[in-house]
C-alpha cells in the first residue's frame, strides 16, 4: 500500500507542455481552483517568492512597458518620415527651379550636406563639359571604366544600395575621404546609371544600413535623371544612350 508522500512505481512526471496546454485549454481552471491559485508561489531569482497572482501582475507589467515602448518607438518612425517627407518635398521644389545645369547640381550637394546631414557627397556624370565639372566639384563617369568592376550587383539591378561598402568601392566614390567614411547610399541617375551616379557618405557606420527603406534614394535618383536629360539638352551635351529593358 503507498502512502500520500509515496509515488507509485509506475507514476511517471507529467511534462510542462502537457499542463501548459492543459491551463491553456482549459482557462476557468483556476476561476474553480481560488484557493489553489491564492496558495501557489513563483520562485523569484532576485528575491523571495511571489504568489502566482503577484507574478500575473508583474508580467503584465512589463508587457504593458513594451508595448509603451514599441508604440513610441512608431511614433518616432512616424515623426522622422513626416520630416524626411517636407525636406524631400522642399528639395524637389528647388531642384525643379534650377535654371542651370550648376544650379541644379549645387542645390542638390548643399541640401544633401546641409538639411539632410550627410558628410561627403559625390557626383560621378557622364560627358560634362571640364569647366563645369570644375566649377560644380563633380567626377566624370565613364562606363568603361575599371573600377566598376567592382559595382556589378549595383548596375545590374539599377536600385539604391545603402550600408558598408568595400574600401575598392569607397576609394572611387570618395577619393581622399573614403577613409573617414563608415557607411553610404549609392544611387544611380538614370535607368542603369545612364547619366552615372550619385555617393552619399556618413562617418556614422548605423547612418546607412541594408535595411532602411530605399523609396527617397529611389525616388531622388529617378528625378534628377529626369532633369539631368533637361539640362544636357539645354547645354548641347550628348545624352546618353539608355540602355536596352530587361
Known sequence: MTTPQQKRPDALPLEEKTVADYLRENPDFFRNNASLLATLEIPHSCGPAVSLVEHQVKVLRDQNTQLKRKLMDLVQVARDNNRLNERMHQLTLE?????????????????LLGE??????TLRII??????RRECGIDDFSPDAPQLEHFESFLR???PQCGRFKKEQLHYLFGDQAEAIESAALVPLGQHCAFGMLAIGSQEASHFHPGMGTLFLTHLGELLGMLLALHTKKIGMLTPAQPPAD
Open 95 to 111: 531642384l525643379i527651379s534650377s535654371s542651370t545645369l550648376e544650379q541644379l547640381l549645387d542645390t542638390l550637394r548643399d541640401n
Open 116 to 121: 539632410f546631414r550627410a558628410d561627403s557627397v
Open 157 to 159: 539591378s539599377s536600385r
Open 127 to 132: 560627358g560634362v563639359p571640364d569647366a563645369i
